[in-house]
């Protein structure tokens, strides 16, 4: 462990400066892994401005984020805000599909889009000195919208495509099933992400226009760009393009749709048929705390105690799984929190009993090694230019400031020793665990009702 930290800290160094050393620095204290710096500014107009130079690599790495997500749409529009990210980067006002994929060739990348729960994410990695051009590109994408309804249909039938091989992949439906029984059909986080086939069907063009109106605008977007730049070119490119566009009077949007209903007693085992799979793939969870509460981190670090205990029983021991793999999505409303694993059809009820007993035995773990493995994990984006930028746009759509990763490592490090509180188990609970089952129904009735941990029933997912 402490030489791979080490490692990393090294590698870190010689990204971070202009002057690479191909030795890592000596040791002193407690290994740190590195965090870049960015200098932000703010534009009249609201739009915040991110830059890190890096004169590593030739490259400069652009990322936008847009707050306002997934959990802004209803259930019955779920899949909205996917649809407006996904028309953003297809067209645009004068630039139809064929004629920008031309523009992207010239900038040297195309725009990917990513939604979040809390927001768009959008980026692309070009050259030094297209980077320009690349911020001019990304201007006319943002105030320039092409709503045309051509284009809407062709994207609703790639994302009825895309729901129906979700629902066909058993671990992807696995995870679908578990948030709509934690969460339930009315509230944003228990919808599809990639929506359903009548809910894509119910969007229409004004809903789009509206969601962009709401969403993209100067005072709810900000643009990290990491890599070889001049800082001072970046603002300036930026003000050329950007600062003449104008916020709207209307108020910025927020999610207020609440974390979700408490974690209640389980009473059912539901459960997606799927006949004659040879594996069955058991999924747990329940409804945690949101990123904006302090004890986040704490109940994050103990989520992967259990899968972590029962994963070594049961692929050490039974040998019927290659691991389990651990549930850990928060957003600024609320959170879940679980595992999912697959294991051979004729061991799914032993399995479920081994992975539920594993939350009551709150087993022990140290808060030193778990502090390094959250460290770790979120502070691996910072190796990329990429991840660097588009780390920036995640902590903005997310309303955390550039710097939250500095305080995280340094408040951890300040509770070096903490015992870990009980109530955060209140929320990891066996009988608070929610289950769904993705196998065979004729294995799966006969082996989970004798384990007496909640009536069995078929879930329906919402279509």
């Known amino acids: 462990?402490?030489?791979?930290?080490?490692?990393?800290?090294?590698?870190?160094?010689?990204?971070?400066?202009?002057?690479?050393?191909?030795?890592?620095?000596?040791?002193?204290?407690?290994?740190?892994?590195?965090?870049?710096?960015?200098?932000?500014?703010?534009?009249?107009?609201?739009?915040?401005?991110?830059?890190?130079?890096?004169?590593?690599?030739?490259?400069?790495?652009?990322?936008?984020?847009?707050?306002?997500?997934?959990?802004?749409?209803?259930?019955?529009?779920?899949?909205?805000?996917?649809?407006?990210?996904?028309?953003?980067?297809?067209?645009?006002?004068?630039?139809?599909?064929?004629?920008?994929?031309?523009?992207?060739?010239?900038?040297?990348?195309?725009?990917?889009?990513?939604?979040?729960?809390?927001?768009?994410?959008?980026?692309?990695?070009?050259?030094?000195?297209?980077?320009g051009a690349a911020l001019a590109m990304l201007a006319h994408l943002l105030q320039h919208p092409d709503f045309d309804p051509d284009e809407l249909e062709r994207l609703k039938a790639i994302g009825k495509t895309v729901v129906t091989h979700d629902l066909a992949d058993p671990d992807t439906a696995a995870m679908r099933a578990i948030r709509q029984v934690v969460f339930g059909g009315q509230h944003p986080a228990g919808a599809a992400p990639s929506g359903t086939h009548r809910s894509l069907d119910a969007i229409t063009i004004g809903d789009l226009r509206a969601r962009y109106e709401q969403i993209v605008r100067p005072d709810n977007i900000v643009i990290g760009v990491a890599g070889r730049v001049e800082p001072e070119m970046?603002?300036?490119?930026?003000?050329?393009?950007?600062?003449?566009?104008?916020?709207?009077?209307?108020?910025?949007?927020?999610?207020?749709?609440?974390?979700?209903?408490?974690?209640?007693?389980?009473?059912?085992?539901?459960?997606?048929?799927?006949?004659?799979?040879?594996?069955?793939?058991?999924?747990?969870?329940?409804?945690?705390?949101?990123?904006?509460?302090?004890?986040?981190?704490?109940?994050?670090?103990?989520?992967?105690?259990?899968?972590?205990?029962?994963?070594?029983w049961l692929r050490g021991v039974e040998q019927v799984t290659y691991g389990v793999r651990t549930i850990d999505e928060a957003s600024t409303q609320t959170g879940l929190y679980g595992a999912y694993l697959s294991v051979e059809a004729n061991a799914t009820g032993s399995a479920l009993k081994s992975m539920l007993d594993r939350y009551d035995a709150q087993p022990e773990g140290s808060f030193d090694i778990e502090k390094v493995v959250v460290l770790t994990i979120e502070g691996r984006p910072f190796f990329t230019l990429g991840g660097r930028a588009r780390h920036v746009a995640s902590l903005f759509v997310r309303g955390l400031p550039v710097d939250h990763f500095t305080r995280l490592r340094e408040r951890l490090d300040e509770d070096r020793g903490l015992?870990?509180?009980?109530?955060?188990?209140?929320?990891?609970?066996?009988?608070?665990?929610?289950?769904?089952?993705?196998g065979d129904p004729a294995v799966i009735k006969a082996q989970v009702p004798p384990l007496g941990e909640g009536d069995l029933e078929e879930l329906r997912l919402a279509e």
């Open 1 to 131: 462990m402490r030489g791979a930290l080490a490692l990393m800290a090294a590698l870190a160094l010689g990204c971070g400066t202009a002057n690479f050393s191909p030795y890592p620095p000596p040791r002193r204290g407690a290994p740190k892994l590195w965090v870049p710096a960015f200098t932000t500014t703010k534009l009249p107009n609201g739009l915040q401005v991110s830059v890190n130079p890096d004169n590593y690599l030739p490259l400069t790495a652009i990322a936008v984020g847009i707050r306002g997500g997934a959990l802004l749409d209803p259930p019955s529009k779920a899949g909205l805000t996917r649809l407006l990210a996904e028309m953003l980067t297809t067209r645009a006002d004068q630039l139809p599909r064929l004629k920008l994929m031309t523009v992207y060739d010239s900038v040297g990348d195309g725009v990917r889009a990513e939604v979040t729960p809390d927001g768009i994410i959008l980026s692309l990695e070009v050259l030094e000195d297209r980077a």
């Open 234 to 312: 970046v603002n300036k490119a930026v003000a050329a393009r950007f600062a003449s566009w104008k916020a709207p009077a209307t108020p910025l949007p927020a999610a207020r749709t609440g974390a979700g209903p408490e974690p209640a007693r389980r009473q059912k085992i539901y459960f997606l048929p799927r006949p004659a799979l040879s594996q069955t793939v058991i999924c747990v969870g329940s409804r945690g705390l949101p990123e904006s509460d302090q004890r986040y981190q704490l109940l994050r670090m103990i989520t992967g105690r259990a899968p972590a205990s029962a994963s070594s």
């Open 419 to 438: 015992e870990l509180p009980n109530l955060v188990f209140d929320y990891m609970k066996s009988d608070r665990m929610q289950v769904v089952l993705v």
